[in-house]
């Protein structure tokens, strides 16, 4: 069906339906990329707020409580709204066509997974119209605070575990899809890294999300059934909710970004015209950063006070975790050394992720350092460092898919000069948002406060500029890909130069069978 005809099917009645009932991988990973669109605006409308607040020194368009609320909604809605839902889209359009299959392996669950999502989010977009407004607690919604919210708290709780039963039944998905789907004569070791990348992702989910909906469930016992899990006065302990909470967050930070490093892997071999470095140990590699993410949880929690033993190992578990990232990014740079490269826009996008992924990944290492991380600890340090590696790294590698495989979804080439255009701005303006929050946390300036000491007004006035262009140019990418999808210049078979003649070998020890680059439109 054309994209016009998809168009008008949509706005009848039977085409409504077609979509609300709708098992096929392509239209639910469709669904999933729009969802995940709009909470994106949705999330850095928030942030654009945070950044005018912070734009001068004195309150000027909000109150401490409120302030509070938007970095609450802005980090949840990132996270489960926009983030983790694209690359479950990514995963449905592509994970079937790339192994062989037909469709996902459960359509049905498919189906009923995505339309938890806009449910979760619906109750969690709720709570800013209940009494008291959304939580102020932060998106780790920590005791006492987090229960002190009135009527919002029970709201959050219930979305949170909608959300993480949506989560939970993709992986599923995806696990049952990859094991026992593949073409026959597709081996585990012979898969792409993006499934790989997925596949290791999904067991990640099913490990820590029911972590998350019990630690939450202990709050919602706590405020409303007499428990005190989290009370010293009833012997419980604040300090277990953080310990449960970042046995589920740390892994959850690499459910964000494994899928991206698939998608890296996936593009820059294309354009560099050479097969991927190192197939193997960047399989390796992946499992062994999802093993380690299970043991670090504590390196979030070095000022609680815990025993010197504990902090040695959770120091030295963080540390040891940067080696096989630094295998993956040694590939990707050694994939592109003397390659006939290309500079189109995904991989344009790809080769920001590697360098500004690794300046996120080398502070992680500085805030890794105990005796350091008292000095780092809650500063605007801290920030800068998680969003680059979730913008930088998770989201730029998301608008590099994007641009990627919006030829082959839609059978249109978009334009590329708006696409270059779009890629310059944005990393422009995303290192003068962020890498300025390097030298205000260094400087003393704390997170989530509305107000700050005049010392830090110069570096909020830069990093509010660059948040202002880095959100005002998304604008452009959302019309990229709307006057993709409504039609334009034709996508050729084979959209990208840099698929021209590109054969490779499947790594060993498969037997030996070369591929060809599919064709860009199906």
Known sequence: MSTQAASHEAKTPRGVLRWLTTTNHKDIGTL???????????????????????????????????????????????????????????ANWMIPLMIGAPDMALPRLNNWSFWLLPCGLGL????????????????????????????????VIFAVHILGISSIMGAINVIATVLN???????????????????????????????????????LTDQYFGTTFFSAAGGGDPVLYQHIFWFFGHPEVYIMVLPAFGIISTIIPVFARKPLFGYSSMVYATASIAFLSFIVWAHHMFTVGMPLAGELFFMYATMLIAVPTGVKV???????WRGAMTFETPMLFAVAFVILFAIGGFSGLMVAIVPADFQYHDTYFVVAHFHYVLVTGALF??????????????????NEGLG????????????????PQHFLGLAGMPRRIPDYSVQFADWNIISSIGGFGFGLSQLLFLWLIIQCARGGKKAPARAWEGAHGLEWTVPSPAPRHTFTTPPAVA
């Open 330 to 336: 040694f590939n990707w740079v050694a994939t592109m």
């Open 181 to 219: 789907m593949r073409a026959p004569q597709m081996a585990l070791m012979r898969m792409p890294l993006f499934v790989w990348t997925w596949l290791i992702t999904a067991f990640l989910i099913i490990g820590v999300m029911p972590v998350l909906a019990g630690v939450v469930t202990m709050l």
């Open 32 to 90: 999933y990329l729009c969802c995940s669109l709009a909470m994106l605006f949705l999330g850095g409308s928030l942030a654009m707020v945070i950044r005018a607040e912070l734009f001068a020194p004195g309150l000027q368009l909000t109150d401490p409580y409120l302030f509070n609320q938007l970095t609450t909604m802005h980090g949840l809605i990132m996270i489960f709204g926009a983030i983790m839902p694209a690359f479950v889209g990514l």
């Open 420 to 435: 270059r255009t779009h890629f310059w701005l944005s990393t422009i303006f995303v290192n003068v948002l962020f890498f």
């Open 397 to 414: 590698s998301i608008i590099a898919a994007v641009y990627y495989w919006l030829p082959k979804w839609t059978g249109y080439m978009y």
């Open 124 to 155: 969690l977009l709720i709570t800013a119209f209940l009494p008291g407004g959304a939580p102020a607690s932060g998106w780790t919604l920590y005791p006492p605070l987090s229960l002190q919210q009135g009527m919002a708290f029970p709201f």
